[in-house]
């Protein structure tokens, strides 16, 4: 079976400061795929990244990082400098090669950027 | 090019009568899947079509719920009859041809299904 932990329900930063999302995710198969997604106030989910098991380097994408650390099974997501747009409820997911073949989520992150 | 689109955007019934949520995809995906959200849970995933054909619905949570994709276009889910418990929001999202794990899914706003 696998699952995906985020831990902290609810995050409040004031704008500018950097604030990091966490994932942590359980799976047995070699293979996987680990997603984020943003749900801003209008409802759909916005694809962010997708990372395959195999390649571990980290990413940037201007304000926007991800560190993926197979040794801890953790795929932490980070906003420098974050804006009051940022505010949105975030998502990590994960799907293997086997098993079903929808995302498994995690129960999503709230993240509030204070002016 | 338009994205994964959902009507209706919501819906409120009481309990025991009929709903059914569409979902158009993006332009050209085969694949198209359903997920429900239920206050406080996670997303989970219902079912996934390759264009008509069920794939996988491992997810579906009981023969209260159909799923159809006439045709292997859009996509109908209907819930009947509707209990408390399927309060939630429906999410549909599609990708494109080759059922792969690695695809991305794109996602649409959702329905927000309200039982009373």
């Known amino acids: 079976a696998q699952k995906v932990t985020q831990a902290q329900t609810e995050i409040s930063v004031v704008e500018k400061e950097d604030v990091t999302l966490d994932c942590v995710y359980e799976?047995?198969?070699?293979?996987?795929?680990l997603f984020w997604y943003k749900q801003p106030p209008s409802g759909e989910l916005v694809f962010l990244i997708r990372?395959?098991?195999?390649?571990?380097q980290n990413e940037i994408s201007g304000r926007y990082s991800w560190n993926f650390q197979k040794s801890t099974s953790s795929f932490n997501f980070t906003i420098t400098a974050s804006q009051v747009v940022d505010s949105a409820v975030y998502f990590c997911?994960?799907?293997?090669?086997?098993?079903?073949?929808?995302?498994?989520f995690g129960k999503g992150t709230h993240l509030i950027i204070q002016p | 090019e338009a994205g994964v689109t959902q009507f209706p955007s919501h819906s409120v019934i009481e309990k025991g009568q009929t709903v059914t949520l569409r979902c158009d995809p993006i332009?050209?995906?085969?694949?198209l899947y359903w997920y429900r959200r239920v206050m406080g849970k996670e997303i989970k995933f219902l079912l996934h079509f390759v264009k008509e054909s069920k794939q996988d619905e491992s997810g579906m949570p009981n023969n209260r719920f159909l799923a159809e994709r006439t045709g292997g276009t859009y996509s109908t889910l209907k819930v009947q009859p509707a209990e408390l418990e399927d309060s939630g929001v429906y999410f549909c999202a599609s990708s494109h041809f080759r059922s792969r794990p690695q695809e991305t899914q794109y996602f649409g706003p959702g329905t927000r299904l309200l039982v009373l």
């Open positions: 990372r395959n098991s195999f390649d571990e």
């Open positions: 997911a994960l799907r293997t090669g086997g098993g079903a073949d929808g995302l498994t």
């Open positions: 332009s050209g995906h085969d694949n």
């Open positions: 799976t047995r198969d070699t293979t996987y795929y």
